[in-house]
Each structure stands twice: as C-alpha cells, then as structure tokens.
Nanobody, 119 residues
Framework: VQLVESGGGLVQAGGSLRLSCAAS????????MGWYRQAPGKQRELVAN???????NYADSVKGRFTISTDSAKKSAYLQMNSLNAEDTAVYYC??????????????WGQGTQVTVSS
C-alpha cells in the first residue's frame, strides 16, 4: 500500500491550502482515513479523520477551519485548510487504517508533506 500526499507548501497566515492523498495497492477494507501532523519537537497528532460509517473527528485546534473529505471509490482523502496560522506549521501525514481480512488493524502512512505558515 502506498499513500501519496500533495498540496503542501508555504502560505501566509490567514491563507488556505488543500492537501490531497491518494492510496494505491491492495486495501482489504478502509476502517479510517485521515490526516496527522507533526511539528518540530512535538509528537504526531491527529488533525482529522473519517471512520467507516461516516464519523468525522477533528482536533480542537482545527475545528471550524479545516474540513476533511474522502472518496472511498478513489481511496482518496482531502484536507481543506482555511485561516491558517503559524501553529499549523508541520509535516502533514496521510493515514489509512486498514481492517485486514484477518480482522486486525494495519496502519499505513504517507511520506508527509510540509506545510509552512508565515506570520
């Protein structure tokens, strides 16, 4: 399974970016798909994800500013990020949690895309 992210870059505070993630390879069943981020010196944290069945989760810090969407047919996820601020600067990782045919969960990660917000 390969996850390829795109859409990161440098943006001024208050600006917007849209991240995209496309999964390829054999995935038995997607249990969850979403985005994490890791800022320098900090732990990787959940930004937003969509659980099978449609439940959406957002970090409190991005609620009202970020919107996640997924396309299960295309095995893709998108993250629309508005009103960006310096605290959003991080490497953003696409994540897929797969429910395998054996019933266990397997996690897949993209290589990450850098988002830098200048103040």
């Amino acid at each position: 399974v390969q996850l390829v992210e795109s859409g990161g870059g440098l943006v001024q505070a208050g600006g917007s970016l849209r991240l995209s993630c496309a999964a390829s390879g054999s995935i038995f069943r997607i249990n969850a798909m979403g985005w994490y981020r890791q800022a320098p010196g900090k732990q990787r944290e959940l930004v937003a994800n969509v659980i099978s069945g449609g439940t959406t989760n957002y970090a409190d810090s991005v609620k009202g500013r970020f919107t996640i969407s997924t396309d299960s047919a295309k095995k893709s996820a998108y993250l629309q990020m508005n009103s960006l601020n310096a605290e959003d600067t991080a490497v953003y990782y696409c994540n897929v949690e797969e429910r395998t045919g054996w019933g266990n969960l397997q996690t897949h990660w993209g290589q990450g895309t850098q988002v830098t917000v200048s103040s």
